[in-house]
């Protein structure tokens, strides 16, 4: 079987990382993207690519066309999380945050579709997250990217499968990563008292990510998917009680979804 190349936007860290490695391991050819940081001692080659910046993908999708003539699978990962009451949430905030989750994946696909549409065949995969399924409060304009990801994904796997290119979104539950580490708390948050459990609401989450299942659970579902001719659009993974939450608000009153919500994250 021909080795297939697989394009991982922010593979320096994280689930894009673990992805990396496992396909790396796994006999695929992995390129995975940085924005920034040292690529020394990567088993796999990485490129430098800021999905924020359309120039800087085409050269990177342009670089591995040129070397192996082909893309098989790109993984859509590059992410980052801001946190605050949306209150204290500036335009150019908000805007980064679209900006790098949202539209960092819609440059991906636009620069890579002609390149799968030519081959008649190939896989999308998104990185989306729980968190586009049921919103987290003081997470609001995280999850607006991940609700965007996931319309997004969900049509153009209609636009695309007569192509024979596959799109599938993977949504994790709380991972063991650095965007822990990395989040950026909305810079009006620190002088806004007006939200007393926002605190306590954030320690929670941050706890829960760092209790949560290590990123290779995610690696190893994404290899799964890569072999399966025709796979579903969503797939969640992570903790038995957040993959089971998706189910619950789907058939539960949304009243009763908002109450459990509340008393988990302490906003009663």
Same mark, same amino acid.
């Given at each position: 079987?021909?080795?297939?190349?697989?394009?991982?936007?922010?593979?320096?860290?994280?689930?894009?990382?673990?992805?990396?490695?496992?396909?790396?391991?796994?006999?695929?050819?992995?390129?995975?993207?940085?924005?920034?940081?040292?690529?020394?001692?990567?088993?796999?080659?990485?490129?430098?690519?800021?999905?924020?910046?359309?120039?800087?993908?085409?050269?990177?999708?342009?670089?591995?066309?040129?070397?192996?003539?082909?893309?098989?699978?790109?993984?859509?990962?590059?992410?980052?999380?801001?946190?605050?009451?949306?209150?204290?949430?500036?335009?150019?905030?908000?805007?980064?945050?679209?900006?790098?989750?949202?539209?960092?994946?819609?440059?991906?696909?636009?620069?890579?579709?002609?390149?799968?549409?030519?081959?008649?065949?190939?896989?999308?995969?998104?990185?989306?997250?729980?968190?586009?399924?049921?919103?987290?409060?003081?997470?609001?304009? &995280?999850?607006?990217?991940?609700? *965007? !990801?996931?319309? #997004?994904?969900?049509?153009? %796997?209609?636009?695309?499968? $007569?192509? @024979? /290119?596959?799109?599938?979104?993977?949504?994790?539950?709380?991972?063991?990563?650095?965007?822990?580490?990395?989040?950026?708390?909305?810079?009006?948050?620190?002088?806004?008292?007006? &939200?007393?459990?926002?605190?306590? *609401? !954030?320690?929670? #989450?941050?706890?829960?990510? %760092?209790?949560?299942?290590? $990123?290779? @659970? /995610?690696?190893?579902?994404?290899?799964?998917?890569?072999?399966?001719?025709?796979?579903?659009?969503?797939?969640?993974?992570?903790?038995?009680?957040?993959?089971?939450?998706?189910?619950?608000?789907?058939?539960?009153?949304?009243?009763?979804?908002?109450?459990?919500?509340?008393?988990?994250?302490?906003?009663?």
């Amino acid at each position: 079987m021909e080795t297939r190349n697989v394009l991982i936007t922010g593979a320096s860290s994280g689930i894009g990382r673990a992805c990396g490695l496992y396909l790396h391991e796994h006999g695929f050819r992995v390129y995975g993207t940085s924005r920034r940081g040292s690529f020394d001692g990567n088993p796999f080659a990485m490129l430098q690519m800021d999905v924020s910046d359309d120039a800087s993908i085409q050269h990177g999708v342009d670089t591995i066309i040129k070397r192996d003539g082909r893309i098989d699978i790109v993984v859509n990962n590059a992410g980052i999380a801001i946190a605050g009451p949306l209150e204290s949430t500036s335009i150019s905030e908000a805007q980064h945050q679209l900006d790098i989750n949202f539209f960092g994946a819609f440059r991906v696909c636009r620069a890579v579709l002609p390149v799968m549409r030519r081959q008649r065949g190939g896989y999308i995969v998104s990185i989306g997250s729980i968190g586009g399924q049921i919103a987290i409060p003081y997470q609001s304009l &995280y999850s607006a990217s991940k609700f *965007a !990801l996931e319309g #997004m994904m969900e049509a153009l %796997r209609l636009e695309v499968r $007569p192509f @024979g /290119v596959r799109v599938v979104l993977i949504e994790p539950g709380d991972t063991r990563t650095p965007i822990t580490l990395n989040r950026t708390k909305a810079a009006e948050a620190a002088t806004q008292n007006a &939200y007393q459990s926002y605190s306590a *609401a !954030l320690k929670r #989450m941050e706890d829960d990510e %760092r209790n949560g299942p290590a $990123p290779e @659970g /995610v690696a190893r579902l994404l290899k799964r998917i890569l072999n399966t001719p025709n796979p579903r659009l969503r797939y969640t993974v992570g903790p038995a009680v957040q993959r089971a939450a998706v189910w619950l608000k789907r058939l539960l009153p949304n009243g009763l979804v908002e109450y459990g919500m509340r008393k988990y994250y302490g906003l009663e």
